[in-house]
């Protein structure tokens, strides 16, 4: 067999203009491949069609929207004209709706076929869309008409340089003849879990080039769809290794004292648990309080608003409306909803890149917990959320709440050990009638650590270790370089520094 020298030479690429797609599918679409787009009404197939339409016109291409048992084209153009994508003045020059009913009904598959021919060569477009694909197979007196019909669709698509998708409703349980002869197959699907429905999107073939698989979240928004490829599947690099004795100050000097290295280590996570009332966001708050424009501070939190957070922190005198005035901190509130845990992941890490942001908290993991479909995929996102956090040098604290007010273990209904470099247990405990809020170190991964209970107290001057906790309910005061890192806490400037080595 002659070798062929053009058959060694990479397939050039179409990107799909849906934002996270091209992610999915490894790079783009193939130019010149024949896939099918499935789904069950209302699953999104019009909108994902047009979309990749208007972006590829945007970029200098042609399209042509063929329909057959459809919606009317009037219809179909009221229904996405509000979508941002959306741009009339593409109409009809660079891109065309055409009816192709009456040809089939008339001349049948090879009716069809003719007009397709015709449009990609007359208009000389580089996409195509049939939409209703199921009706052509309808038309098909047999399987092998229906693939004769598919064939003839490749061959056009190849010599005419035109990239072609087939929408049809379905789902991809069932093998159909077509289904084995194209390049491609994207089911869209929208489920129910309980009483909340999640779309999302699956490449149950791609030939020519590794693509991402499983199920990848999207959304239809006013913007149109974006897709969220699962952060699992994505980010598998391992975090950059830390630097050895380089801390970041947790904003509580007498806490940093309990720490061999003055801090968190740089680029490490951080859980802190407790329930509620016990001062994990208020540890939370005097982190971002050392936060400067060499470490800018990001906060993405579910529970609280911004005002109140930032109300808070100026009860404890740690003046964050400067710090975010100045730029050097970030306030995110994403209030509770109806949340895509992969969503969350993709604009965290999104804002922290761009940002360069170095410290990073998120204050209510259960945010995230509560947006997860797939409750056994939290610990892998968890993970794989982390590691790329500290590969991109964030030093990351989180906060975890639990049931019990008073007591002296836990109950997690997720294991965050795991993915965690550090672990702060704050809790309540009884003494004598009074209730003490009480902190344990519990972990420390790469650095030693004070042992023991410690009392805790919170009050208008912040936050502040007071001494270690007996078992008969004493408190015995810190070590003199404890009291002394507590007494020469300062408020933080934008310009402050906030390592400690």
């Excluded at 009456?102 to 069809?112: A, F, M, N, S």
């Excluded at 936060?291 to 109300?311: D, H, I, K, M, T």
């Excluded at 247990?425 to 519990?442: I, M, P, Q, S, Y």
Aim: glycine fraction near 10%; charged fraction near 25%.
């Amino acid at each position: 067999m002659k070798h062929d020298p053009e058959a060694s030479l990479p397939l050039d690429r179409l990107s799909s203009g849906i934002p996270g797609l091209d992610e999915v599918l490894g790079g783009g679409f193939f130019r010149s491949g024949v896939y099918i787009v499935l789904g069950m009404p209302g699953s999104g197939k019009t909108i994902f069609a047009n979309q990749l339409c208007y972006g590829h016109v945007k970029d200098g291409g042609r399209a042509v929207y063929v329909t057959l048992l459809a919606e009317s084209h009037a219809r179909m153009l009221q229904h996405i004209r509000p979508l941002a994508f959306f741009d009339e003045s593409h109409i009809p020059e660079r891109l065309s709706y055409i009816s192709a009913f009456r040809d089939l009904e008339t001349d049948g598959l090879k009716g069809l076929m003719d007009l397709l021919r015709r449009e990609m060569r007359a208009r000389r477009v580089s996409v195509l869309v049939l939409d209703g694909l199921v009706a052509a197979a309808e038309a098909a007196t047999t399987d092998r008409e229906l693939k004769k019909f598919i064939h003839e669709i490749q061959t056009s698509a190849v010599f005419h340089g035109c990239t072609v998708f087939l929408l049809t409703s379905g789902n991809g349980q069932r093998v159909s003849a077509e289904h084995t002869m194209v390049d491609g197959l994207i089911e869209l699907d929208d489920r129910l879990f309980e009483a909340r429905a999640e779309r999302s999107l699956q490449l149950r073939k791609f030939r020519g080039s590794g693509s991402l698989r499983g199920k990848h979240a999207f959304r239809i928004s006013d913007a149109g769809i974006e897709v969220f490829p699962r952060l699992e599947s994505v980010f598998l690099q391992p975090p950059t290794a830390q630097s050895e004795g380089v801390a970041l100050s947790s904003g509580v000097p007498s806490l940093d004292a309990l720490l061999a290295i003055g801090g968190f280590p740089e680029a490490s996570a951080s859980v802190v648990i407790g329930s509620s009332g016990t001062g994990k966001t208020s540890l939370a708050l005097h982190f971002l309080s050392r936060s400067s424009a060499a470490e800018r501070g990001l906060l993405l939190s579910f529970f609280e608003s911004p005002s109140r957070l930032l109300a808070k922190a100026r009860g404890f005198g740690l003046g964050l409306d400067a710090l975010e005035s100045a730029g050097a901190l970030r306030l995110m509130w994403r209030a509770q909803g109806e949340h895509v845990i992969d969503e969350l992941g993709h604009q965290l890490l999104t804002e922290v890149r761009e940002g360069g942001y170095k410290r990073v908290v998120i204050d209510g993991l259960s945010g995230f917990f509560e947006a997860a479909t797939y409750p056994e995929r939290v610990n892998r996102f968890f993970s794989c959320l982390v590691n790329e956090l500290r590969r991109l040098g964030a030093t990351v604290l989180m906060t975890i709440e639990t049931r019990d007010a008073i007591g002296t273990s836990v109950a997690l209904s997720y294991g965050v050990s795991g993915f965690v470099d550090n672990l702060l247990f704050l809790r309540f405990a009884e003494d004598n009638g009074r209730v003490r809020r009480l902190l344990t170190v519990t972990k420390m991964r790469s650095t030693d650590y004070s042992p023991g209970v410690h009392a805790l107290e919170i009050g208008s001057a912040g936050m502040r270790i007071a001494g270690l906790f007996s078992s008969d309910g004493d408190v015995i005061p810190s070590a003199h370089r404890v009291d002394q890192a507590a007494a020469q806490a300062q408020p933080s400037t934008t310009d402050g520094p906030s390592k400690q080595e």
